[in-house]
């Protein structure tokens, strides 16, 4: 299947699992943050984290959310380090896709004893 940053997902979700390799499960989320940030930054992988992107509604800002991680301006990643991923986690990234009018977000869980990862990419039927 050919999507738009199809190399650049793949990239991340390397750099995922090879912290997952590292450390495993059990840790906080921030401790999952941090490792893939120097992950990133090994990979040659532009990226901001923990940027504060603002909310709006009827295109009004009504609040700010936290992004764990905008890579190259273009792609959304959101981590978890649950021990199972909900529908709630998944609407949470759609939204935030929709919200911040990008189209193309991963959802990384650190949470079990493999990597489980889930692009997400916002069409017009889920915009």
Do not use: W
């Given at each position: 299947?050919?999507?738009?940053?199809?190399?650049?997902?793949?990239?991340?979700?390397?750099?995922?699992?090879?912290?997952?390799?590292?450390?495993?499960?059990?840790?906080?989320?921030?401790?999952?943050?941090?490792?893939?940030?120097?992950?990133?930054?090994?990979?040659?992988?532009?990226?901001?984290?923990?940027?504060v992107m603002p909310?709006f509604y009827r295109?009004?800002?009504?609040?700010?959310?936290?992004?764990?991680?905008?890579?190259?301006?273009?792609?959304?990643?959101?981590?978890?380090?649950?021990?199972?991923?909900?529908?709630?986690?998944?609407?949470?990234?759609i939204n935030y896709?929709?919200?911040?009018?990008?189209?193309?977000?991963?959802?990384?869980?650190?949470?079990?004893?493999?990597?489980?990862?889930?692009?997400?990419?916002?069409?017009?039927?889920?915009?």
């Open positions: 299947m050919e999507y738009k940053h199809k190399e650049l997902t793949h990239a991340v979700i390397g750099c995922a699992m090879q912290v997952h390799r590292t450390l495993g499960a059990g840790f906080p989320e921030v401790v999952y943050q941090r490792s893939l940030a120097l992950e990133l930054e090994a990979a040659g992988i532009a990226f901001q984290r923990e940027i909310l295109e009004r800002e009504v609040g700010s959310r936290r992004a764990d991680f905008m890579i190259e301006g273009c792609v959304l990643v959101e981590l978890k380090a649950v021990s199972e991923i909900t529908p709630l986690h998944q609407q949470q990234i896709l929709k919200a911040y009018q990008l189209e193309i977000g991963l959802l990384l869980n650190f949470g079990e004893a493999s990597l489980q990862f889930r692009r997400f990419i916002r069409t017009s039927g889920n915009a």
